[in-house]
Every structure is written in structure tokens, then in C-alpha cells.
């Protein structure tokens, strides 16, 4: 679980850099919201 959510803010800041480089890939961005999203259920599941 804490591994997930460690992966999850690795990954959003890889996208959020490469956004300010490169502005942006939305496949990138789109599966960053949707890790988000998941990381968002399984948290509010989980407490």
C-alpha cells in the first residue's frame, strides 16, 4: 500500500517534469489521473 502510493508520487513527478520540459504527453497525463484516481479509492477503502 505504501509502496503504491511511493510509486504513484515518483510517477507524478516524472509527468509534472516532463510537462514543464517537453509540455506534456497526454497518454502520460491521462494515466497519472488515473493512477491518482486509483490511489484515491484504495486510501479512502483502506481508512
Known amino acids: 500500500m505504501i509502496l503504491y502510493l511511493i510509486l504513484v508520487d ?5 509527468n509534472f517534469r516532463l510537462k514543464r ?11 497519472a489521473i488515473f493512477a ?8 479512502t477503502l483502506w481508512f
Open 10 to 14: 515518483a510517477f507524478m513527478e516524472t
Open 21 to 31: 520540459e517537453t509540455f506534456g504527453n497526454p497518454n502520460r497525463s491521462y494515466m
Open 36 to 43: 491518482l484516481v486509483i490511489a484515491l479509492v484504495v486510501v
